[in-house]
C-alpha cells in the first residue's frame, strides 16, 4: 500500500515539499506537453517532508516510502531525497540507462535560466541537441572538437604514385596521383569511379557543405555522403601515421559551445559551433533571426535562448508552447523561494519547499487521480 504524507510527520523535517501534478496530453504523442493549456487541466497536490519516490504513471499520480516495494516498476519514477538538511530531486536509476524519462522543465526555473554543463542532453519541442563541447575562457586555446561518433578516416596508399600511374580521378578525369595531390578511395564505389584527387575531393566537399561563418562565429558541420553509393566521406585522411581534416573548418573564437544534434536516422549527426565571442546571446527557434534554426513544427519562432554570463552557459525558454527541457541527469537541490518543475511523460510535477505543519487526513491521501 502506498504511504502517505502524515506517515513522515514524525520524522520532524523544518520543511516540506509541496508537489503539483498536471497532465496534459494535447501534445498528443512523443510526450509533447502543451504548456499554454497546461494551467487548465485538474491538479493533484500532496506534501512529502521526507525522503520517498514518487510514481508518474499517467492517469495516476502516487507517492511512495523509498522502501515500499508496490509500484516499484510503474513508469518513470522521480525521487525526491532529504539528506544533510536539504531536499533534492533526483531520478531513480532505470533498466534503460540510454532513454531520457524525466525532464527540466526550463520555463518554471526563473530568469537565470538553466545552468548548462558538458553532456547535457537539451529538448526545444521534439528536436533534441547534445552539449557537446563547452569553452568558457576567452583566454583558451582549445578548438571545437568535431570528431563524431563513427568518424572514419582514409588512408593514402603506399605506393600510390607508381601504382595508379594510370589511374583517373571521378571530378577532373586526369590521370596520376602525386605526393601533393595523391589519388585515394574515399567510398565504397569501385570501378572507373573508385579514385578520386584529394584536392578534388576537398574541394567539392567544400563547396557541398557551403560553410559561411557568421559574424557572431557560428556554423554547421556534418560530414557528407556519397551521392553514388550513400557511403560516408572520411572525415580524417592519413598519411605516414598522421591525420589530417579532409576539409578545414575556420577557427572558432572562445568562449564557444558546440551543440551535437540527436537526430533518429542513419545519417550521420551534425554539430553546431557557436562563439560567443562577438555575441553573448544565442537564439534558437524556427524564425529567419535564429541563429540556431529548426524545422520540425513543435519549434516555435523564438523557442529558446543560451546566454553567456560570469564565464558559464545559461539555457532560457522564451515562453514556447511544446516547452524548453533539459535531462534529468544530476540531483537537484531545491531552494526556498524557487520552484522545480520535472516532466515525466504527459505529467508535470512542480515542486516547491514549505514549512512543514500538522497535516489532516484528506491532504494525507495518495493515490489520487489527475
Avoid at 74 to 92: N, S, Y
Avoid at 119 to 139: C, H, Y
Avoid at 349 to 355: A, C, F
Wanted: charged share 25%; aromatic share 6%.
Amino acid at each position: 500500500m502506498a504511504s502517505t504524507a502524515s506517515d513522515f510527520l514524525s520524522e520532524g523535517s523544518a520543511t516540506v515539499v509541496k508537489v503539483v501534478a498536471r497532465t496534459n496530453s494535447k501534445g498528443d504523442r512523443r510526450e509533447l506537453v502543451d504548456y499554454e493549456s497546461l494551467h487548465e487541466t485538474a491538479t493533484t497536490e500532496f506534501e512529502v517532508p521526507a525522503s520517498a519516490d514518487v510514481i508518474c504513471s499517467s492517469p495516476e499520480v502516487q507517492m511512495l516510502l523509498c522502501t515500499d516495494a508496490a509500484l516499484a516498476d510503474a513508469g518513470p519514477m522521480l525521487r525526491l531525497e532529504h539528506r544533510d538538511g536539504a531536499h533534492w530531486v533526483a531520478g531513480k536509476p532505470a533498466s534503460d540507462c540510454s532513454r531520457e524519462n524525466l525532464w527540466v522543465v526550463v520555463g518554471d526555473l526563473g530568469t537565470c535560466g538553466y545552468e548548462l554543463a558538458q553532456a547535457d542532453i537539451i529538448k526545444l519541442g521534439e528536436t533534441k541537441f547534445k552539449v557537446r563541447q563547452m569553452v568558457t575562457s576567452s583566454s583558451s586555446t582549445e578548438q571545437p572538437d568535431l570528431r563524431l561518433k563513427g568518424a572514419t578516416c582514409c588512408e593514402i596508399e603506399a605506393d600510390h604514385e607508381t601504382e595508379l600511374s594510370c589511374t583517373t580521378c571521378r571530378i577532373c578525369l586526369l590521370e596520376g596521383s602525386s605526393e601533393e595531390d595523391p589519388l585515394i578511395r574515399p567510398c565504397q564505389c569501385r570501378g572507373s569511379i573508385e579514385y578520386v584527387h584529394l584536392g578534388c575531393l576537398s574541394r567539392w566537399v567544400q563547396g557541398r557543405l557551403k560553410q559561411k561563418c557568421a559574424p557572431e562565429g557560428l556554423y554547421m558541420y556534418q560530414p557528407p555522403t556519397c551521392e553514388l553509393c550513400t557511403a560516408a566521406y572520411p572525415v580524417y585522411v592519413g598519411r605516414s601515421g598522421a591525420q589530417t581534416p579532409l576539409v578545414e573548418l575556420p577557427r572558432t573564437e572562445p568562449p564557444f559551445i558546440v551543440l551535437e544534434s540527436k537526430i533518429r536516422s542513419k545519417l550521420e549527426p551534425f554539430v553546431y559551433v557557436i562563439s560567443f565571442a562577438q555575441n553573448k546571446l544565442l537564439k534558437l527557434g524556427r524564425g529567419k533571426d535564429c541563429s540556431v534554426r529548426m524545422q520540425h513544427p513543435s519549434a516555435t519562432r523564438s523557442h529558446a535562448r543560451i546566454r553567456f554570463t560570469g564565464e558559464r552557459f545559461f539555457l532560457e525558454d522564451n515562453k514556447s508552447r511544446f516547452g524548453t527541457l533539459v535531462a534529468l541527469k544530476r540531483p537537484l537541490a531545491l531552494e526556498h523561494g524557487s520552484a522545480l518543475s520535472i516532466q515525466a511523460g504527459h505529467t508535470v510535477l512542480s515542486m516547491s519547499l514549505q514549512s512543514s505543519r500538522p497535516s489532516t487526513p484528506e491532504e494525507g491521501r495518495s493515490p489520487a487521480e489527475v
